[in-house]
């Protein structure tokens, strides 16, 4: 790619974040609420996200809600990676999977790392069997999207999105609460 398109993809890229940067503050604060083992704040958590897609320019080209979704994924990412360094420092880390409950926001965020990085395992494994369905649950949990803005980042219906979100978050709870089958 020519290195003046990339600046300019570059630039755009920059001016999208810049626009939506409140945004992305409200959707983080929202994930940090309920943590109370957190280590980074939620400028931290915008900023640690923004490193993972700064490097992706061709993202200003999306949909806001498209690059929201990303921007789920993103602080998915950075959150699972802060939770798995502080239980890498405890003796043995977590031993026990305990419940997450999955509200349509972060509102019901995982209070703990082990909390957290068992909603995370489900994840790696829900995406081998439904990859849209994990999707759904970064842009509705980790990003805050409605029914409609994870509608158009996705690109399917507001009715198919509502019924992969009930059954990713049936799942989910199966896998995640020891003895539920």
Not at 5 to 26: G, K, N, T
Request: charged share 30%.
């Amino acid at each position: 790619m020519p290195e003046p398109q990339r600046a300019q993809e570059r630039q755009a890229l920059d001016d999208l974040v810049s626009l939506i940067y409140e945004e992305l503050r409200r959707l983080a604060s929202l994930v940090r609420r309920n943590e109370a083992s957190a280590t980074t704040n939620t400028t931290a958590l915008v900023h640690e996200a923004w490193l993972k897609l700064k490097d992706s320019p061709e993202l200003a080209t999306t949909s806001v809600p498209h690059f929201k979704a990303i921007a789920a994924k993103a602080m998915r990412q950075v959150l699972v990676d802060e939770a798995r360094r502080r239980s890498a420092l405890k003796r043995g880390g977590a031993a026990e999977i305990v419940f997450v409950p999955l509200s349509d926001s972060a509102w019901g965020m995982a209070s703990c790392d082990e909390e957290l990085l068992a909603l995370d395992i489900a994840l790696e494994e829900l995406a081998g069997m439904n990859p849209r369905q994990v999707r759904i649950v970064e842009s509705r949990f980790f990003g805050g999207l409605n029914v409609a803005e994870t509608s158009a980042a996705l690109g399917v219906s507001e009715s198919v999105i509502e019924r992969d979100w009930r059954v990713a978050k049936a799942w989910l709870a199966s896998r995640i609460r020891p003895g539920v089958e």
